[in-house]
């Protein structure tokens, strides 16, 4: 049943590739346009939304991060993303021109259940983005839009995120074909890029040798920290609670921009640092703040386990290591650097020892709120 994996999390770490796949398949026609007929709302509903919030808990709500800089970047619609147990206690601000969307992978989220339910009280649209067909929350929603990653089994979301990602930016790319204006043309580079993803994800997987070496040797780490930067930020949290549920390892994820804010004065020598690092054609040249970022923790004496993209030689003189993906446009790095996170927390639980599909404490799918 693991198809010849030690871990649960192996096999579905490796069913990426496939998991993307499935979730773009038959979502647009021939000539390059979406199709998401299975959004029972009108399309005069969805062309008035005039803000969305994503509600979600976890690994979940790290997608809608990655999520809202695309869709806002494309859309020009305000996009919030809340925590699904705050969501419904904050008071928040909704009617029916606002798209409240969730995502859930068991579909069972009590959190996120509340908010979806606390979302229709206010008369907002919702649509649940959701990987298992017949659970909850798609019933009470208005909309689904299903992620199509398989079961998955390990408490660990691994495909299930990538897959979460990737629905999350149809239904943006979508939002902005509707809308017809500022369909801005990296939103048409992304959309056709996306088909490309799978392979991608596979060659990142045929690279990991390494990732699992460093792990393994990183078993005694008390502390691993993780820097990114715009969508690499959301990454980087993914990163820590992947160390922190699996290996029991503390791990915090920042901005990379926060740094000097205070997080820096955590490092020491030794400190291991992962650091998403966004593509060299990123805008605004944040690809260069992120290389001066690594050079001063490195100069103060941080080990330096730099993520980057291939041909990206900057990191290099600042790098303890340098794991590499392929290159893509930076909306869509994210579904490459997460997976050499996902496999370093795999590499290093199963380093101590550690019962990697069932995290002591943790179910996989949170019943109770
Ligand atoms: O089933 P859901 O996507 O609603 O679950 C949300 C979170 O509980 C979940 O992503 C959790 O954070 C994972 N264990 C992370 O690996």
Not at 106 to 134: F, P, Q, W, Y
Request: proline share 5%; with cysteine.
């Amino acid at each position: 049943e693991k198809g010849g994996y030690q871990w649960f999390m192996e096999k579905e770490i490796h069913e990426q590739p496939q998991a993307v796949a499935d979730t773009l398949l038959g979502r647009s026609d021939g000539a390059g346009r979406l199709t998401l007929d299975e959004l029972r709302i009108s399309e005069a509903q969805l062309r008035a939304v005039d803000r969305i919030t994503f509600v979600a808990c976890g690994t979940a709500a790290y997608a809608g991060m990655v999520a809202k800089y695309a869709i806002e970047r494309w859309t020009r619609i305000p996009v919030e993303v809340a925590l699904a147990h705050e969501f419904r206690y904050c008071d928040p601000i909704a009617d029916d021109r606002t798209l409240v969307v969730s995502i859930s992978q068991s579909g069972e989220t009590m959190d996120t259940l509340m908010a979806v339910k606390h979302a229709r009280d206010l008369g907002a649209l919702t649509v649940s983005i959701c990987n298992t067909h017949g659970s909850t929350i798609p019933r009470e929603s208005d909309a689904v839009l299903y992620t199509h990653a398989g079961p998955e089994i390990a408490v660990a979301s691994t495909k299930g995120f990538l897959a979460q990602i990737t629905a999350c930016y149809l239904l943006g790319l979508y939002l902005a074909q509707l809308r017809g204006e500022s369909y801005a043309d990296d939103a048409r580079a992304v959309q056709a890029e996306l088909q490309e993803i799978p392979g991608l994800i596979t060659d990142v997987l045929g690279r990991l040798d390494r990732v699992r070496e460093i792990a393994r040797f990183m078993a005694d780490t008390r502390s691993v920290l993780f820097l990114g930067r715009h969508v690499g930020f959301p990454i980087a949290l993914e990163g820590a609670l992947k160390l922190k549920e699996l290996a029991y390892i503390h791990a915090e994820g920042f901005a990379a921009g926060e740094l000097k804010h205070g997080p820096i004065a955590l490092i020491e020598p030794g400190q291991p640092v992962f650091i998403v690092v966004p593509g060299p054609d990123t805008p605004h040249g944040l690809h260069g703040k992120v290389v001066s970022n690594i050079q001063e923790i490195r100069a103060r004496g941080a080990r330096t386990l730099v993520i980057a993209q291939d041909g990206d030689t900057a990191v290099e003189p600042f790098a303890d290591e340098v794991i590499r993906v392929p290159r893509t446009s930076p909306m869509l790095q994210p579904l490459l650097a997460a997976v050499p996170l996902q496999v370093f927390a795999l590499e290093l639980s199963n380093a101590k020892g550690l019962d990697v599909d069932q995290p002591r404490n943790l179910a996989k799918s949170v019943t109770v709120e």
